[in-house]
């Protein structure tokens, strides 16, 4: 995140909370979408059942991210630009939601593939 400082250190500790929490977030939804791929075309049932269950850690920080989101607007009322980077990590945190749902569905369609008979 590059902004320049705040005269409020809340303010500043809040935000380099919600970007370090947006990038938890991407790194584990690109983590569940490898899992699920391996899970998928290496047929590997440990992979797509670990994905399974890494998403309920996505589905928590997408619920964290939408408190400390709605805490900076309602406590800081930030405009401009900070607005915008506090709303565009709202946004992005339920896509990075959305990739771990998708990569569920991929481990679990891997997993009922991976028992029929090889092609």
């Not at 409020?8 to 899992?35: I, P």
């Not at 771990?100 to 991976?114: F, P, Y």
């Amino acid at each position: 995140m590059n902004h320049d400082a705040h005269t409020l250190r809340e303010f500043d500790a809040a935000l380099t909370s919600l970007n370090t929490h947006l990038l938890q977030m991407a790194y584990k939804a690109q983590n569940a979408l490898d899992l699920a791929v391996s899970g998928l075309l290496q047929q590997d049932e440990d992979s797509a059942n670990q994905a399974i269950a890494d998403d309920e850690e996505l589905d928590e920080l997408e619920m964290a991210m939408d408190r400390e989101g709605l805490h900076l607007l309602a406590f800081f009322s930030p405009v401009a630009s900070d607005l915008r980077l506090v709303l565009a990590s709202i946004r992005l945190s339920a896509i990075y939601e959305r990739m771990g749902d998708e990569s569920v569905t991929i481990a679990k369609r891997a997993n009922k593939l991976n028992k029929r008979p090889r092609l």
